[in-house]
C-alpha cells in the first residue's frame, strides 16, 4: 500500500476526538485554538481528524491551553485500539468496534454533557452517568 493513502492510526483519531471535544465544551474554535498554540485552523483540523499525529511537546500544549491532563486525551480509549497500537498497526483490529468521532461534534451530544456538567452533586451526576451507561447497554 502506498505510504502516502495510509489511514490513520486509530490512536491518532482518538487523541483528535478528544481535542475536539473539549475544544468545543470550552466553546473555542479551530482558529482560537491554533492562535493559542501557533498553528493554524487546517493543522488543528488535521490533528483532530487523527491526519497528523500530535507530537508529546504539541499534546502538552494543547492540554494547558484546553486546561486538561495530558492523560485526557486517552481516556476512555476503546481496549481494542488500545492493545493493537503498535508503530507498524494502522486500522482497528477485526471485528472492533469503532468510536464515531462525529458524534462529538453534534449539537444534541455537546447539549447533553453541558447540561451534565451543570449538574452540581456530584452523586447525582454519577447515578445520572450510570444510569444512562445501563440504559446504552441494553438498547
Same mark, same amino acid.
Given at each position: 500500500?502506498?505510504?502516502?493513502?495510509?489511514?490513520?492510526?486509530? =490512536?491518532? !483519531?482518538?487523541?483528535?476526538?478528544?481535542?475536539?471535544?473539549?475544544?468545543?465544551?470550552? /466553546?473555542?474554535?479551530? @482558529?482560537?485554538? #491554533?492562535?493559542?498554540?501557533?498553528?493554524?485552523?487546517?493543522?488543528?483540523?488535521?490533528?483532530?481528524?487523527?491526519?497528523?499525529?500530535?507530537?508529546?511537546?504539541r499534546?502538552?500544549?494543547?492540554?494547558?491551553?484546553?486546561? =486538561?491532563? !495530558?492523560?485526557f486525551?486517552?481516556?476512555?480509549?476503546?481496549?481494542?485500539?488500545?492493545? /493493537?497500537?503498535?508503530? @507498524?498497526?494502522? #486500522?482497528?483490529?477485526?471485528?472492533?468496534?469503532?468510536?464515531?468521532?462525529?458524534?462529538?461534534?453534534?449539537?444534541?451530544?455537546?447539549?447533553?454533557?453541558?447540561?451534565?456538567?451543570?449538574?452540581?452533586?456530584?452523586q447525582?451526576?454519577?447515578?445520572?452517568?450510570?444510569?444512562?451507561?445501563?440504559?446504552?447497554?441494553?438498547?
Open positions: 500500500m502506498d505510504q502516502s493513502v495510509r489511514a490513520p492510526n486509530p =490512536v491518532d !483519531v482518538h487523541v483528535g476526538t478528544r481535542v475536539r471535544l473539549r475544544r468545543t465544551l470550552l /466553546g473555542m474554535t479551530q @482558529t482560537g485554538l #491554533g492562535q493559542a498554540i501557533g498553528l493554524t485552523f487546517q493543522q488543528v483540523q488535521k490533528y483532530e481528524r487523527g491526519v497528523n499525529r500530535i507530537g508529546s511537546s499534546l502538552y500544549d494543547l492540554a494547558r491551553v484546553l486546561e =486538561v491532563p !495530558v492523560n486525551f486517552f481516556d476512555e480509549m476503546p481496549e481494542a485500539i488500545a492493545s /493493537g497500537s503498535g508503530a @507498524t498497526s494502522r #486500522g482497528a483490529p477485526d471485528g472492533a468496534e469503532m468510536f464515531d468521532p462525529d458524534i462529538v461534534s453534534k449539537r444534541e451530544t455537546l447539549e447533553l454533557v453541558r447540561a451534565y456538567y451543570k449538574i452540581e452533586n456530584p447525582v451526576r454519577k447515578r445520572l452517568f450510570e444510569m444512562v451507561k445501563a440504559l446504552g447497554k441494553s438498547a
